[in-house]
């Protein structure tokens, strides 16, 4: 089972990035999947959320109305439209699976975890 996330880089403030999250080895279309970040010195935290068919989304106050997550369940992929960015938002960002089929925040919920993809956000 491997989570493979792609689509990180180096962006100025203001700009977008689309973080890509593909599954092999099985299906997560039953699985909430989640987004997470962790910058040098902090703790993991969530960052977005879906739920197993697409039909609710959850976002980390600090992200809502600029990041959107999305899903093809037929493709077995999970995406990360992230605009305006920050330099704040500079982390390695990390998709997870849940063992649920909601996604919830805690990084607990999660036993399936890609590598990281490093975002850079410069100002």
């Known amino acids: 089972v491997q989570l493979q996330a792609s689509g990180g880089g180096l962006v100025q403030a203001g700009g977008s990035l689309r973080l890509s999250c593909a599954a092999s080895?099985?299906?997560?279309?039953?699985?909430?999947m989640g987004w997470f970040r962790q910058a040098p010195g902090k703790e993991r935290e969530f960052v977005a959320g879906?739920?197993?068919?697409?039909?609710?989304?959850y976002y980390a106050d600090s992200v809502k109305g600029r990041f959107t997550i999305s899903r093809d369940n037929a493709k077995n992929t999970v995406t990360l439209q992230m605009n305006s960015l920050k330099p704040e938002d500079t982390a390695d960002y990390y998709c997870a699976a849940s063992r649920f089929a909601v996604a919830g925040s805690g990084p607990y919920d999660y036993p399936y975890w890609g590598q990281g993809t490093q975002v850079t956000v410069s100002s």
């Open positions: 080895g099985r299906t997560f279309s039953n699985n909430g």
């Open positions: 879906i739920n197993w068919n697409g039909g609710r989304t």
